[in-house]
């Protein structure tokens, strides 16, 4: 009898509990501290050797914008934007072959000289080949801005094969800019 009212006062704390926000309390929160954010240091990017190159392309696309102060002083910073990018050229190869054949043979042979002996023969033959090989450019980052106290307030990914105007980190950057500056509105027009 004790265990069992040992169990059902432990249901009854667990159903007495706080339910976990919602979804889009969350991100209301999130947008809510995005709003606060007035001074942004922009981290070195992990990746390969264009992270540094996709970074500051970033911060270039970042001014641009006008959102934020960015400085170079992490510690000036009301967040800072963290991630990862990879900037990769690459040949795309594509080699294809088609075939068609046929052959026929005909013969008839005799013993004696006065026979003659007919012979015959057909022949088609046709192959295709083709091979092609395309440079091609592609770029990804995924960046999280990141409060002082460590809370995640916003984050996205976004990738490029390029622009019809710009390499691919470049139209990276511009997607990522894009996408704060949505988000940044989103974040004033709340409550």
């Given at each position: ?28 929160a ?114 999280r ?32 800019t ?14």
């Amino acid at each position: 009898m004790t265990r069992l009212l040992v169990a059902l006062s432990v249901l009854a704390c667990v159903a007495s509990a706080e339910e976990p926000p919602a979804p889009t309390a969350i991100e209301e929160a999130g947008l809510r501290q995005l709003r606060t954010v007035r001074r942004v240091f922009v981290d070195r990017l992990i990746g390969g050797e264009t992270a540094a190159q996709m970074r500051d392309i970033l911060i270039s696309s970042l001014v641009g914008a006008k959102l934020f102060i960015l400085t170079e002083n992490q510690e000036r910073a009301d967040a800072v934007l963290r991630g990862a990018s990879e900037d990769l050229v690459f040949t795309d190869v594509h080699t294809s072959s088609d075939s068609l054949n046929a052959h026929a043979n005909f013969g008839a042979g005799a013993s004696s000289s006065r026979a003659r002996a007919p012979y015959g023969g057909m022949g088609v033959g046709q192959s295709d080949s083709e091979h092609s090989a395309e440079r091609r450019h592609e770029a990804i980052a995924a960046v999280r801005l990141v409060t002082k106290d460590g809370d995640v307030i916003w984050s996205t990914t976004q990738e490029s094969l390029g622009a019809r105007f710009r390499g691919a980190s470049a139209d990276v950057a511009d997607k990522i800019t894009a996408q704060l500056k949505e988000d940044f509105e989103r974040a004033r027009k709340l409550r």
